[in-house]
T-cell receptor, first 116, second 112 residues
Framework: GAVVSQHPSRVICKSGTSVKIECRSL??????MFWYRQFPKQSLMLMAT?????????EQGVEKDKFLINHASLTLSTLTVTSAHPEDSSFYIC????????????FGPGTRLTVL | DAKTTQPPSMDCAEGRAANLPCNHS???????VYWYRQIHSQGPQYIIH???NNETNEMASLIITEDRKSSTLILPHATLRDTAVYYC?????????????FGQGTRLTINP
């Protein structure tokens, strides 16, 4: 069964609103979580890395004030897309890791965001 | 930037072995080779990884050249459900916590 879940799986919102995407680790404690986005017919692009209880590290070109990441517990990380615009429409995917020295890492099923 | 080069697309007949090449000529000594695949509109699925020895699991085999500059993922008996985009990734760092930077991958189509 699934070890990582994302909610919602699909979301449609109006331009200017904020959208929160949850990533839950179901069977293990996820020390580190990674957030990716994927535009149609393109590859995955890493957005940020977060460790439980600390601030996320963002990749170059990713606005930290627009994509808010919270990793407050070992089983939950959230990505909030603030003031969403149509160009933010994308497939957002989380990846969880059980931490250094483990092979426990899984991708979530993804969240399809459409901003009208 | 991705450190690997893969053909953009490949076709394979159902039931035959699918051999997916990957070039990683700039790989460094502590970097592993990972393979993932992504079926349309789903999250990536881990397939296999290796450092320098060939590896095999229930899904596939990974053949890494002796100089480690290239590798081949082998799906021994491809089925229609193996149609997906296959990503070859090299990554260092502490296993489990390393970044995985995706390139463009190979779109593998299994034909009946």
């Amino acid at each position: 069964g699934a070890v990582v879940s994302q909610h919602p799986s699909r979301v449609i919102c109006k331009s200017g609103t904020s959208v929160k995407i949850e990533c839950r680790s179901l069977d293990f404690q996820a020390t580190t979580m990674f957030w990716y986005r994927q535009f149609p017919k393109q590859s995955l692009m890493l957005m940020a890395t977060s460790n439980e209880g600390s601030k996320a590290t963002y990749e170059q070109g990713v606005e930290k004030d627009k994509f808010l990441i919270n990793h407050a517990s070992l089983t939950l990380s959230t990505l909030t897309v603030t003031s969403a615009h149509p160009e933010d429409s994308s497939f957002y995917i989380c990846r969880t890791s059980g931490g250094a020295g483990t092979d426990t890492q899984y991708f979530g099923p993804g969240t399809r965001l459409t901003v009208l | 930037d991705a450190k690997t080069t893969q053909p953009p697309s490949m076709d394979c007949a159902e039931g035959r072995a699918a051999n997916l090449p990957c070039n990683h000529s700039t790989i460094s000594g502590n970097e592993y080779v990972y393979w993932y695949r992504q079926i349309h509109s789903q999250g990536p699925q881990y397939i296999i990884h290796g450092l320098k020895n060939n590896e095999t699991n229930e899904m596939a085999s990974l053949i890494i050249t002796e100089d480690r500059k290239s590798s081949t993922l082998i799906l021994p008996h491809a089925t229609l459900r193996d149609t997906a985009v296959y990503y070859c990734i090299v990554s260092d760092g502490i296993q489990g916590a390393q970044k995985l930077v995706f390139g463009q991958g190979t779109r593998l189509t299994i034909n009946p």
